[in-house]
């Protein structure tokens, strides 16, 4: 391996490292009802996101009016003892040889608690991203959000029996969800990435 090769291959490892950091980020201002600094995780140019059952919001405009006046707004309503814990595991992150582009696909957990008509109520999620990222001026932002839940459920009741809590379709969203099957569909998001063997 000459210079010339080494140093992509070092560029390739902090840009992965990058994005890695970035999809973290992301969990934990969700986490912590930061909305503003969610959207600051956008590119200018980001094309949407996609959440769930709520719905595609389009551009910059959409993702903020999703994070700071859908869930941020309402959020502000919310009692003190809510808790969303965003767990991002398994990632796999893909750049594209121009080094300005790449995808990433994340599972997720998280372990709620939320109110309801009842009092507090705590609930399972399960789903995945498959993310695109863009880097500008050195630094790497999200393109495109896409999440897609597995099971939406009460802690006591679990997923087999009960595995969706509801439909929660925005009324503000810009278009309606372009896949939402939930367990027990069987269901697979599908990957961003060939398999390492196959090439399929």
């Given amino acids: 391996m000459n210079l ?3 140093e992509k291959q070092v560029t390739l490892l902090e840009d992965i490292q990058a994005i890695e950091n970035l999809q ?3 969990a934990y201002y969700f986490d912590s009802y930061q909305w503003q600094n969610v959207v600051d995780l956008f590119s ?3 094309e949407s996101a996609e959440i769930e059952s709520h719905g595609v919001f389009q551009g910059k ?3 903020r009016r999703f994070y700071w006046e859908d869930i941020g ?3 502000q309503l919310y009692p003190a003892w809510m808790r ?6 398994g990632g796999v992150v893909d750049v594209d040889p121009n080094g300005r582009t790449a995808k990433g696909r994340w599972q997720t957990w998280l372990p709620e608690v939320m109110p309801s008509a009842a009092g507090p109520r705590q609930v399972w999620l399960h789903g995945y991203y498959e993310n695109e990222y863009v880097k500008e001026d050195g630094k790497w932002l999200f393109k495109k ?3 897609n839940v597995t099971f939406y459920t009460t802690y006591e009741t679990g997923w087999m029996k009960f595995p969706m809590l509801g439909i929660f ?3 503000d969203a810009d278009a309606p969800p372009t896949a939402f099957h939930p367990y027990p569909s069987g269901y697979h998001v599908p990957y961003h990435y060939k398999h390492p063997v196959t090439g399929e």
């Fill in 4 to 6: 010339e090769e080494l």
């Fill in 24 to 26: 973290r980020m992301y």
């Fill in 44 to 46: 200018d140019r980001a």
């Fill in 61 to 63: 405009e959409g993702i």
């Fill in 73 to 75: 707004r309402q959020g």
């Fill in 84 to 89: 969303l814990l965003i767990i991002q595991i």
């Fill in 145 to 147: 959000i896409y999440w």
């Fill in 169 to 171: 379709l925005f009324k």
